[in-house]
């Protein structure tokens, strides 16, 4: 089975993620591409299941067992694409030219998936001698919660799930996301919240009668400043992801120019390197400023987490992609990524995790998204030989 044929498939099938906004359309969600995922896995006459994340969200789950073999290798790909706005070229004709294929996904990560069906396709149709038993899982909401890898997790780590196909921990993980077949064995993670300032509320013709909430943000934004500027010296860098960083991204405050403003919020990213605390991160900030300022503000409970993945227990399994890497693109490195993966949501279970897969992250998200085809190509040879002998 050829990827580029199953790339083509998934890419014509939209599955984008809402990214939190309140939004519906033909395109958005993974309904559509869940159900094409149970028709392919079916036609391969492996076990399979479809399970419900959230409304219309599900993860997609099909297991190929070789009896008496102890490994387990689960190949994840997300389903989830991000939005279409802005694209300069046709998002979902998945048109080839020049040995590319063009449209939203192709690259991040639809090309990643296309190269792991076809080899579970390849080796339930094969089923070498040496093979492990092979999970692949389909998962929802990467872009945006990371719900389905959550949810995956809690399959072998959390309470036991009649029926379901994984009740144990797999071996190892593998994830895909366009690592230009290099491996992937530790990224940092975010932790993201919102700071909020409060005033009282006044007419802006006498300003002396209330009390500001913006100017109040303004002396916490020059101290956070401050604190971007330190943290590089008060934490110890990665020796693959660097140092952790601190982004103010939005403020929003007051009502109209002529009214003081009683309230006003910013949003806070904070990226994590592996080794910190990601619990640390918040109460680290509090304690800087309340150090520093005589201004009230209160910090609201974070969105994301700041889950990371670690290289400290993923090294053998990434040497052993390694050599099958060699054989069939030439020489590749371990890496650091700056941006995060559901390997870190697998990881934290205990399970080593390593991330591989076609197509650059400079190309993942773009206007006119694509995939080197020779790239997808290799990507499945790789996973191919990695399972068919593991
Ligand atoms: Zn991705």
Same mark, same amino acid.
């Given at each position: 089975? /050829?990827?580029?044929?199953?790339?083509?498939?998934?890419?014509?099938?939209?599955?984008?993620? #809402?990214?939190?906004? !309140?939004?519906?359309?033909?395109?958005?969600?993974?309904?559509?591409?869940?159900?094409?995922?149970?028709?392919?896995? +079916?036609?391969?006459?492996?076990?399979?299941?479809?399970?419900?994340?959230?409304?219309?969200?599900?993860?997609?789950?099909?297991?190929? !067992? +070789?009896p008496g073999t102890a490994t387990t290798v689960l190949l994840d790909a997300h389903q989830d694409t991000v939005p279409v706005e802005g694209m300069t070229i046709e998002p979902f004709e998945a048109a080839v030219r020049d040995g590319k294929l063009y449209g939203r996904g192709a690259c991040d990560v639809k090309g990643g998936m296309a190269a792991m069906l076809a080899a579970f396709a390849r080796l339930a149709t094969?089923? #070498?001698?040496?093979?492990?038993?092979?999970?692949? $899982?389909?998962?929802? /909401?990467e872009e945006s919660t990371a719900?389905?890898?959550?949810?995956?997790?809690? $399959?072998?780590?959390? #309470? %036991?799930?009649?029926?379901? =196909?994984?009740?144990?921990? @797999?071996?190892?993980?593998?994830?895909?996301? @366009?690592?230009?077949?290099n491996i992937v064995v530790a990224h940092r993670g975010a932790v993201r919240w919102k700071l909020r300032t409060r005033g009282r509320s006044c007419h802006s013709s006498r300003p002396q009668e209330g009390v500001n909430a913006i100017y109040r943000m303004a002396e916490v934004l020059s101290c956070l400043q401050r604190f971007a500027d330190e943290l590089p010296r008060m934490v110890k860098p990665h020796p693959l992801c660097g140092s952790p960083t601190i982004s103010v991204g939005r403020i929003s405050g007051g009502i109209s120019v002529n009214t003081v403003p009683d309230e006003c919020t910013i949003e806070i990213d904070r990226r994590v390197v592996p080794g910190e /605390?990601?619990?640390?991160?918040?109460?680290?900030?509090?304690?800087?400023? +309340?150090?520093?300022? !005589?201004? !009230?503000?209160?910090?609201?409970?974070?969105w994301l987490d700041g889950?990371?993945? $670690?290289?400290?227990?993923? *090294?053998?399994?990434?040497d052993r992609l390694m050599t099958h890497i060699? %054989?069939?693109?030439? *020489?590749?490195?371990?890496? *650091?990524?700056?941006? *995060?993966?559901? %390997?870190? +949501? =697998?990881?934290?279970?205990?399970?080593p995790a390593i991330v591989f897969g076609p197509g650059s992250i400079r190309q993942a998200h773009t206007a006119d998204e694509w995939i080197e085809i020779g790239e997808l190509r290799q990507a499945s040879e790789i996973y191919y030989r990695f399972c068919a002998n593991a």
């Open positions: 089975m /050829d990827p580029l044929e199953i790339l083509k498939e998934l890419v014509a099938i939209p599955s984008v993620n #809402p990214m939190g906004r !309140d939004i519906a359309g033909p395109e958005y969600l993974e309904t559509r591409l869940s159900e094409h995922l149970i028709a392919f896995f +079916r036609s391969l006459g492996v076990d399979c299941q479809k399970i419900e994340v959230l409304p219309g969200r599900a993860n997609v789950i099909a297991r190929l !067992d +070789r094969e089923r #070498p001698a040496g093979r492990a038993n092979v999970i692949m $899982s389909c998962t929802c /909401d719900l389905g890898a959550k949810a995956l997790a809690k $399959s072998w780590s959390g #309470p %036991a799930q009649p029926g379901s =196909l994984i009740s144990a921990p @797999p071996t190892l993980a593998v994830v895909a996301e @366009p690592t230009e077949l /605390d990601p619990q640390a991160v918040i109460p680290q900030v509090t304690t800087y400023l +309340r150090e520093r300022l !005589d201004v !009230d503000f209160e910090m609201l409970p974070p889950a990371t993945l $670690s290289d400290e227990n993923n *090294g053998p399994w990434a060699a %054989a069939v693109a030439g *020489g590749r490195e371990k890496q *650091g990524a700056w941006y *995060g993966t559901n %390997a870190s +949501r =697998l990881a934290v279970t205990g399970v």
